[in-house]
């Protein structure tokens, strides 16, 4: 018999539909019952490519026994985290302030009200090493609540004012770690203070660098996808200039009364400081992409890379595929890409970060998109092992080979360039026809199961990644692929009346929580991206009116929200729908959006000046970069783009044709270094010129160049800005 999750729009909610146990959906009305029968809340959270979560859910939740305990003396609620991540992040934050660790399946009891008293993970169906069973910890908490309920109520409300108090201390952290970085006269960003802060972040990776497998840490690897983004754009700039002037070095000079050729010792040292930043960053980049890539956490035979390593080596991979990891390294590599065939050297590299990027998107394609045209969500990591593999686990079933005598080519010798990973895992630069002998074996074999509901965010990182990767690497068929997704959400994912954002969609059905700061930011730096590939000035002014939406809601006075609205039961939990600094998976929300309204190269956003919400977010740059470095890739870029924002070129009285050869003049820049725009779209309008026709102002902060008027005089101030940016 169905419970009522059979109405979710969640596929994760919706393997749980047939469940024994009575579930409902996170909503102000399971909470009124549980008050209204005076029993706790049993919350579980998880999300449909879980490995651990299905095997609790066959374990216990389809369990008749547990069903019927569980009905009888809780109300239970399950939650998939994609769709909530509001749920989800402040009842972690409880789960680990309890346990002192976190992942999912997520199983926390809540007070009537909402607040945590007891929380951990997964529990088996019977004890093991020391772990309660499931059954036991259900009536352990029961015993509890109705024998000791004053004791458990003191309990949560603890829980209540530490989670409350999270925002405060970590301001109070982050402000003992040392001074923001500074703007100096005029309203730039002080150069010194942005080449520290960029030697203290490399200091500090570093430090977490696993010099023996590469990567950082020494336990289980996640695609570190912030910092990888963050290196790039190190990387990439040797001298940073200042677009549209002189570089910051002959700035400098001639400041100080000097001849600009002649550069000083503090310039010449703040030279030999940022290409040392630049050759550190590359290698760092290079060493864990080459790690990643030439490891089992890339599918060699399908393309796309896994969650993440079980094992430090990056030979282990725990299979779920997942849409956010694969848009932001899509990006990484294309970024990459280009930098290592802008200064033409490593070929070799090149040619295998470019084929992994490419192997990618054919799986993007293949698997990946709705029949909307935008993303699904992650692909399972479990599946029915194949009638090949026989003795294969469930968990990645669809993805191992053991072959035969020892070999997943049927005996014959490997590629020189292949290995064999743990457990049948495929790593190595596999050789084509390997690759496709492989291929053929998996298609036969029972696919996982695809999530494929449509998340906001996870698009729009698909959106930016799919938009520069189209420039970079020659592929416009990536970027048509964008377009399509970006229509639908704008569509469908947007209320045309406010403006406002939902969080996720599936088959048409649109969820009516509205989406997070990271559904806003993502978005509209995704369309921003898309602009600059194509052009086409709509995406423009659809990234711009969704800014100045995110603004007005998820920005107050100095304080950056993750949620416009913190969902009352959540707050009676202790959620302050604060934005945290720190990344994650993925770069902080609060920097994402730094960037992007840097990059939109817009004064103000609605009714607030751009410039007062990049410094409230860029604030505590220093702190997080010294606490923590390896979650402070996000900051950083958000600092790196601050201090230098893209050369906007203003365009005034281009045909389509010249504003066609325009773009062509600018090239690869234009997803990089410079933003083109029509002078309609103009920041600060644009001077008047001397005499009609095709007009190209080099300007920043409202101050212009004169102007050039052919598309050659175009290439060449190209050439110009990218050579002062190094």
């Given at each position: 018999m169905s419970n009522r999750l059979v109405h979710s729009t969640s596929p994760y909610l919706l393997q749980h539909a047939e469940n024994p146990v009575d579930w409902w959906e996170f909503c102000p009305e399971a909470f009124e019952e549980a008050r209204a029968r005076e029993v706790p809340v049993l919350l579980s959270v998880g999300y449909a490519a879980c490995h651990?979560?299905?095997?609790?859910?066959?374990e216990s939740f389809e369990?008749?026994?547990?069903?019927?305990?569980?009905?009888?003396?809780?109300?239970?609620?399950?939650v998939d985290r994609e769709q909530r991540p509001d749920v989800d992040s402040i009842y972690m934050a409880a789960t680990q302030l309890l346990t002192g660790q976190g992942g999912w399946p997520m199983t926390a009891f809540l007070t009537p009200?909402?607040?945590v008293f007891h929380a951990g993970t997964y529990y088996p169906p019977r004890p093991v090493q020391g772990r309660p069973s499931f059954m036991q910890v259900l009536r352990a908490v029961t015993e509890a609540w109705t024998e000791r309920r004053d004791e458990v109520l003191r309990g949560a409300e603890q829980v209540y004012d530490a989670l409350s108090r999270h925002p405060e201390l970590v301001d109070r952290m982050l402000a003992d770690a040392g001074p923001s970085v500074v703007r100096v006269e005029g309203g730039e960003v002080a150069e010194d203070a942005v080449e520290q802060l960029t030697g203290a972040w490399l200091d500090g990776l570093e430090v977490a660098r696993d010099a023996a497998h590469e990567g950082f840490g020494t336990g289980a690897k996640f695609p570190p996808s912030p910092a990888l983004d963050a290196l790039t754009r190190i990387a990439s700039t040797a001298l940073h200039g200042v677009p549209g002037h002189e570089s910051a070095a002959a700035n400098a000079r001639a400041a100080s009364g000097q001849d600009a050729e002649q550069p000083s010792e503090q310039a010449s040292e703040h030279d030999d400081a940022a290409a040392q930043h630049a050759r550190t960053a590359r290698d760092l980049l290079c060493?864990?992409?080459?790690a990643m890539v030439t490891g089992a956490l890339q599918d060699h035979v399908g393309g796309g890379f896994f969650r993440y390593s079980v094992t430090p080596d990056w030979s282990l991979p725990h299979y779920e595929k997942?849409?956010?990891?694969n848009a932001q390294l899509l990006g990484v590599l294309a970024r990459t890409v280009a930098l290592l065939e802008r200064t033409g050297t490593d070929a070799t590299r090149a040619a295998r970060y470019r084929r992994a990027a490419e192997l990618l998107v054919e799986w993007l394609e293949r698997e990946m998109i709705t029949p909307e045209g935008a993303f699904a969500a992650s692909l399972d990591a479990d599946s029915d092992p194949a009638s090949d593999e026989p003795h294969a686990e469930r968990e990645g079933a669809y993805y191992t080979f053991s072959g035969h005598a020892g070999s997943p080519t049927g005996g014959r010798p490997a590629p020189?360039?292949?290995?064999?990973?743990?457990?049948?895992?495929?790593?190595?630069?596999?050789?084509?026809s390997v690759r496709q002998e492989l291929w053929q074996r998996r298609i036969t074999r029972t696919a996982p199961r695809l999530d494929d509901k449509i998340v906001t965010a996870w698009n729009g990182m698909a959106l930016t990644g799919l938009a520069d990767a189209g420039v970079l690497l020659g592929h416009p068929e990536w970027i048509e692929l964008a377009a399509t997704a970006a229509g639908f959400l704008w569509e469908r994912h947007r209320d045309s009346a406010t403006g406002r954002i939902t969080r996720t969609s599936r088959g048409g059905v649109v969820d009516p929580h509205e989406g997070q700061l990271e559904d806003y930011a993502r978005f509209g730096a995704g369309l921003l991206a898309l602009y600059r590939a194509t052009g086409e000035t709509a995406w423009y002014e659809r990234s711009r009116a969704l800014a100045e939406v995110a603004v007005e809601r998820c920005v107050r006075g100095s304080t950056v929200l993750e949620s416009a609205e913190v969902d009352p039961t959540l707050a009676a939990a202790g959620a302050t729908g604060r934005a945290e600094p720190f990344d994650d998976v993925a770069a902080s929300s609060s920097a994402v959006l730094s960037r992007w309204l840097t990059e939109?190269?817009?004064?103000?956003?609605?009714?607030?000046q751009a410039r007062e919400v990049v410094d409230a977010v860029t604030a505590p740059a220093t702190g997080v970069v010294l606490k923590a470095p390896t979650a402070a890739g996000g900051m950083v870029s958000a600092v790196l783009a601050d201090a230098h924002p893209p050369a906007l070129l203003q365009v005034v009285d281009a045909s389509a044709e010249q504003w066609r050869e325009t773009l062509d003049a600018v090239g690869a820049a234009r997803v990089l270094d410079v933003l083109v725009l029509d002078g309609s779209a103009a920041p600060y309008g644009v001077p008047a010129a001397s005499e009609p026709g095709y007009t190209v102002w080099l300007c920043?902060?409202?101050?212009?160049?004169l102007p050039v008027r052919s598309v050659p005089d175009v290439s060449a101030l190209v050439t110009r800005i990218r050579a002062e940016r190094g």
């Open positions: 651990w979560c299905h095997v609790m859910a066959h369990d008749p026994e547990v069903g019927r305990y569980v009905n009888e003396h809780f109300v239970a609620v399950k009200q909402g607040r060493a864990t992409l080459d997942m849409l956010y990891d020189a360039t292949a290995a064999w990973g743990e457990a049948g895992a495929v790593t190595g630069i596999l050789d084509e939109l190269s817009q004064p103000t956003i609605g009714e607030r920043r902060d409202g101050r212009c160049e």
